[in-house]
């Protein structure tokens, strides 16, 4: 569910051990995998560039990866998901 309200805290005021970097395109815009210590919500955030005047979006993760396609932030996503479970040949 996208929200994008204006009164909902920045990320750079969150608590940093609940908000990890997704990815940073050339152009400035920022993904984050952000959690809600509160409700427990896990959620990815996109911050737009200042210059594209856009507004700060909030997607549950699988509307993210289900409207995104595969661009590098929703990648960087699945790497980050992939990394949680491990290489079962490494042991």
Known sequence: MENDSPDRP???GADMR????LYASSNGDR???ARD???????VRHEPNAASGGRKAEFEIG???ARGGQGPEH??????IGSLVGDPARG
């Not at 609940?18 to 970097?21: D, F, G, L, M, S």
């Not at 990648?75 to 980050?80: C, G, I, V």
């Open 31 to 33: 993904w984050f995998l």
């Open 37 to 43: 210590p509160g409700s427990g919500r896990v959620f």
């Open 63 to 65: 509307e993210f990866l």
């Open 18 to 21: 609940q908000v990890r970097e």
């Open 75 to 80: 990648q960087a996503l699945l790497r980050l």
């Open 10 to 12: 920045a990320l750079a």
